[in-house]
């Protein structure tokens, strides 16, 4: 399950943002933008951004909400 930044960083790679884009829209550096999404494609064993993006969609991570909410909803 990805955490709540990644799942940000998966919603912008969706949306093909530059990464000075994205880092704005998250409040943070474009470095500290770029090692979220180095974990990230790490964690997934994506070799590059849209194979990171396809593998997160195979997982359904995406459109995943964190388990707290999932259990919180009726």
């Known amino acids: 399950m990805p955490s709540a930044i990644e799942r940000e960083i998966l919603t ?37 951004r849209v194979e990171a993006a396809l593998l997160a969609h195979e997982k359904g991570w995406p459109n995943q909400r964190p388990a707290r909410e999932r259990d919180l909803r009726p």
């Open 12 to 48: 912008m790679l969706r949306e093909a943002d530059k990464d000075e884009t994205a880092a704005r829209r998250l409040g943070v550096s474009v470095r500290t933008y770029r090692k979220h999404l180095a974990t990230l494609m790490r964690r997934l064993g994506a070799a590059n």
